[in-house]
């Protein structure tokens, strides 16, 4: 829900400023709502079902999403959309953390890294093509429509969790001693080394993934010509790219250890950036050749996703609601700020977008070698003596 809800009503922005008379920058924090929303929600949310439970959060959490998707179809004014899409990010936070949370608590050993690859496909290619779908509905509707569709989506899927979610978290396996013991927890999780640099990792990963999402457009079709509809094909392509690495991940974790795969994941991506770089400053940053480093990039970052997740979170088994709220909320944390910096630095060259996607990189893969240390065995999170956790 939350990746698809946080750019798919991009391209109705224009008609959406004009619809509700507002200037282009309140329409802009509408999405800088949601983002904060999304974040917020996560670091509560994830932590508070450790103690609860994840059904108890994620069903509420499910429903909220859809109706709060209604009410930005229905708000009468920007500063109305503005409070329903913070509202709606905090809700749809319910899914995001409690999905990683429900994988950790239900496998073990090699089947944790195959279902997390499953779970990085979505997380990572929703919002790559949150904005190609929305803009297959505003061909035929208004920018409200988009919001209907997420309302319908958000009801869809609190139906599959009712029916099929079962509670992951058994009521001796929660934490004990109130909220404070939950919260905790994370501090406890910023302590050890490995697992902040798994957190570290993926947020500038996905960092280098949002200044794409953000820059591609202006790259593409300023710069290069491209039409809307090759420049979708090429938007298409990438998150092929994406959707294979993580299959690939799937299938490689049942032979090789999962440190090992994310270092390949990190390299593959610096290679990409460091490639479109290094054309752009000599001067061959052509089509086939930004377009060939980028999706080497995206093949690398769909590895990271998986990798980084399951690493991170067999680390802070003992808390997986905690390290689920760390790990996605500093990541979409780190995305939002990076989106917007391509627009900062100016989008009449490919070079800015190049260079942001290489410094996030740079940093994942410094997180990678500095605090991860994927070559030395890891502890997992101790037990906190006043949880009852096994």
Aim: charged share 10%.
């Amino acid at each position: 829900m939350a990746p698809l809800a946080t750019d798919m009503y991009v391209p109705g922005f224009p008609e959406l400023g004009r619809a509700l008379h507002a200037r282009e920058s309140a329409v802009q924090l509408s999405m800088t709502a949601f983002l904060a929303g999304l974040v917020l929600g996560q670091f509560v949310i994830g932590p508070l079902s450790d103690s609860l439970g994840r059904r108890r959060l994620l069903l509420p959490g499910t429903a909220l999403f859809a109706a709060l998707s209604l009410v930005c179809a229905l708000a009468p004014n920007v500063q109305a959309l503005i409070a329903a899409r913070f509202l709606q990010g905090v809700a749809g936070a319910a899914g995001m953390v409690l999905a990683q949370a429900v994988v950790t608590d239900s496998f073990l050993g090699p089947e944790l890294p195959r279902c997390f690859s499953i779970l990085s496909m979505v997380l990572g290619v929703a919002p790559v093509t949150a904005p190609v779908l929305g803009g297959a509905i505003l061909s035929v509707a208004s920018w409200r429509a988009v919001f209907v569709v997420l309302a319908f989506i958000g009801v869809l899927l609190f139906l599959a969790a009712l029916l099929c979610v079962r509670e992951s978290l058994p009521p001796q396996r929660r934490h004990q001693g109130g909220v404070a013991v939950t919260f905790r927890a994370m501090g406890r999780l910023l302590d050890h080394r490995a697992f902040v640099g798994c957190m570290l990792t993926l947020a500038f990963s996905s960092a280098a993934l949002f200044s794409y999402i953000a820059g591609s457009s202006f790259v593409f079709e300023n710069l290069y010509a491209v039409s809307a509809t090759r420049y979708s094909l090429i938007f298409a392509t990438n998150a092929v790219g994406m959707l294979l690495a993580g299959w690939t991940f799937g299938v490689l974790s049942r032979r090789l250890p999962v440190g090992t795969l994310l270092t390949a994941g990190v390299a593959v991506a610096l290679v990409g950036t460091l490639s479109q770089v290094a054309l752009l400053a000599a001067d061959l940053g052509d089509l086939p050749g930004t377009w060939a480093c980028l999706f080497v990039t995206l093949f690398g970052i769909g590895s990271v996703f998986p990798a980084s997740m399951s690493l991170g979170q067999s680390l802070g088994r003992t808390a997986s609601g905690a390290a689920s709220a760390l790990l996605g909320g500093v990541e979409f944390l780190l995305g939002a700020l990076a989106s917007p910096l391509v627009g900062l630095f100016g989008t009449g060259s490919p070079k800015p977008m190049a260079v942001i996607m290489l410094s996030t990189m740079l940093c994942a893969a410094l997180a990678l070698v500095c605090l991860v240390r994927p070559w030395r065995p890891h502890d997992a999170l101790p037990q906190d003596r006043s949880g009852t956790r096994s």
